[in-house]
């Protein structure tokens, strides 16, 4: 059954570095996105992706977040300088249409010490 | 704006039993429903929609009920495992997932 990858499962990183985390969604898959769950929390939007652009985006997307689809098959979250509280799990998501059922990936463990 | 919300935070019952999960919402503008599940440490998990132009709509182990007069769904799972310990989450056609229905599961 296809399914939504994410690497790493668990990054590690200082405060103010950069990080990069990584998506392969579904292939047949045009809509893409982005979730973060601080621990204890509720899983939150971040933004949505489609046709190589942003559709929608949170308040918690500011200007130290970013989207790419560098390729054909990845989809990107970048961090630019990371801060204590970006420590979350961040969930990628896929959908076929922008209305239908998203199928989410198991998660990358972001930890900023 | 569309609000769908679940009655209980923690729900135990015992293996073998029907679990029943309800949830209601307050905005008829949704078009469809959807339940996800999240076990720990596991992103969330599709488990069955249902659009608001039906009443009940079956999957394996699980049947959701749509009371538009209420405003009331339900997430029925026949013969609960301990495999169905989770969070689970009632959705509109927008994902905004609440703290949603801890399930657990007395062997």
């Known amino acids: 059954e296809p399914e939504v990858t994410q690497t790493p499962s668990h990054q590690v990183t200082q405060m103010g570095q950069e990080v990069i985390l990584r998506c392969v969604p579904i292939?047949?898959?045009?809509?893409f996105y982005w979730y973060r769950q601080i621990l204890g929390q509720k899983v939150e939007f971040l933004v949505s992706?489609?046709?190589?652009?942003?559709?929608?985006k949170s308040e918690i997307f500011d200007d130290q977040f970013s989207v790419e689809r560098p390729d054909g098959s990845n989809f990107t979250l970048k961090i630019r300088s990371t801060k204590l509280e970006d420590s979350a799990m961040y969930f990628c998501?896929?959908?076929?249409?922008?209305?239908?059922?998203?199928?989410f990936g198991a998660g990358t463990r972001l930890s900023v010490l | 704006g569309e609000s769908v919300g679940l009655h209980l935070p923690t729900l135990s019952v015992q293996e073998g039993d029907n679990s029943i999960i309800n949830c209601a919402y307050s905005?008829?503008?949704?078009?469809?429903f959807i339940w996800y599940k999240q076990e720990s440490g596991k992103g969330p998990q599709f488990i069955i929609d249902?659009?608001?132009?039906?009443d009940k709509r079956q999957g394996q182990r699980v049947t959701v009920l749509l009371n538009k007069t209420v405003k009331h769904l339900s997430l029925q799972i026949a013969a609960t495992q301990p495999g169905d310990s989770a969070v689970y989450f009632c959705?509109?056609?927008?994902?905004?997932f609440g703290q949603g229905t801890e399930l657990s599961v007395k062997p």
């Open positions: 959705l509109g056609g927008k994902l905004i």
């Open positions: 905005n008829s503008a949704s078009d469809y």
């Open positions: 998501a896929s959908s076929q249409g922008g209305g239908n059922i998203q199928y």
């Open positions: 292939s047949n898959h045009l809509y």
């Open positions: 249902i659009r608001s132009n039906m």
């Open positions: 992706f489609y046709n190589n652009e942003i559709s929608e």
